[in-house]
């Protein structure tokens, strides 16, 4: 069965093709009772706009776009980005706008669907996330027009918009904590070593560790995998001088972090502090339970949607959107440290 055409429409409902198309695209040159029965016709027939005739006509999509370049294995196990999908789609469908998600391998491939869309109109703005150093995709989106929204980072990314929690301050929180305990060999099993959000947080831990005269302190970066997790972990508890705190860049890398331990008979957090930069449920079920900072992932993506939403109506809407830190929750895996 083909799909319905405009004229289709105009022929069902008696009247001719421009007025249905000035009722499809909500423009004026129709009556109200007109439009009615032209929309009432055009969804008896399942009627749906071909997204090239769309790109002409210069129509709304109604439609959100987020393309993320990680690997699927590792975002389908990953509690952060649940709850920040969840969030912007609640914020979205509140508006009856639609989230178009896909996942690609790397960011090339990510700004090749950005240049698709862009020529179909198939969205009407972008998120962006894991923003890198001298990120190719800021002037591609300029170059594209349109408007996007970039979460987690603060501004200054060429004209597009920010929705970002402090990163230096949280992770300064923890080492802070963990110092306080009498921790001085922190170790920090990092993400991916060209996301901003990681050098952030690794300068963050650096520079605290100056101030407070900690001494083996260092960085290890991973693909934010539990494996990757998981083989770090053991590394570093397999040495002659261990760290007597760990610190992850998320959560599900904390939970393989302290199935490690358990495996290697490292007492937790007798031997060694666990502590996770993101928090889920995950970190609540584990025994022992896991520190970790908190903040409420749902209402950040909500928020950003909401900024993407504000910029959809007024491209003068604030650039620069600063959320709550993230605060630190402590919990059982963590403990004063007593040197051996």
């Known amino acids: 069965m083909s799909r319905p055409t405009i004229a289709d429409i105009a022929r069902r ?11 499809l695209n909500g423009r004026p040159g129709v009556s109200e009772d007109t439009r009615a029965r032209i929309l ?22 109604d439609s959100v776009g987020l393309v993320i370049a990680r690997p699927a294995r590792t975002l389908g196990v990953e509690p952060f980005f649940a709850k920040l999908l969840s969030g912007l789609q609640a914020g979205l469908s509140a508006h009856s706008i639609t989230l178009q998600l896909m996942i690609v391998e790397d960011v090339q491939e990510e700004i090749r669907v950005y240049r698709r869309w862009a020529s179909e109109q198939r969205v009407d703005g972008l998120i962006l ?24 980072g603060p501004g200054r990314h060429g004209n597009l918009c920010s929705v970002w929690a402090d990163d230096r301050e949280a992770m300064t929180s923890i080492v802070e904590y963990l110092a306080a305990l009498g921790h001085k060999r922190i170790a920090h099993v990092a993400g991916t ?9 690794t300068r963050a831990l650096r520079d605290a560790a100056n101030r407070l005269g900690l001494a083996g302190v260092e960085s290890l970066h991973t693909d934010f995998s539990d494996t990757e997790g998981a083989a770090t ?6 040495r002659r001088e261990r760290p007597s705190a760990i ?15 358990m495996e290697m008979g490292v007492s937790v957090p007798g031997e060694v502090s666990i502590a996770s930069f993101d928090d889920s449920v995950l970190t609540e079920l584990t025994h022992p339970a896991i520190t970790a900072l908190s ?13 993407l939403l504000d910029l959809l109506a007024d491209p003068n809407a604030p650039r620069d959107v600063k959320t709550e830190t993230p605060r630190l929750t402590v919990r059982e895996s963590t ?6």
Do not use: C
């Open 13 to 23: 409902a008696g009247v001719s093709k421009g007025a249905v198309s000035f009722a």
């Open 40 to 61: 009432a016709v055009a969804e008896e027939m399942n009627w749906r706009p071909h997204s090239v005739a769309r790109a002409l006509g210069g129509a709304r999509a």
């Open 129 to 152: 996330v894991d923003l890198r150093t001298r990120d190719p995709r800021i002037d591609v989106v300029d170059e594209l027009l349109l408007p996007a929204v970039v979460v987690g």
């Open 193 to 201: 070593p060209e996301f901003r959000h990681t050098q952030r947080r």
């Open 233 to 238: 972990t053991r590394n570093l508890l397999s």
């Open 247 to 261: 610190v992850y860049d998320s959560d599900l890398m904390a939970v393989a972090g302290l199935g490690v331990a």
């Open 295 to 307: 903040r409420d992932t749902y209402a950040f993506g909500e928020r950003a949607a909401l900024a």
């Open 335 to 340: 403990a004063p440290w007593l040197e051996r």
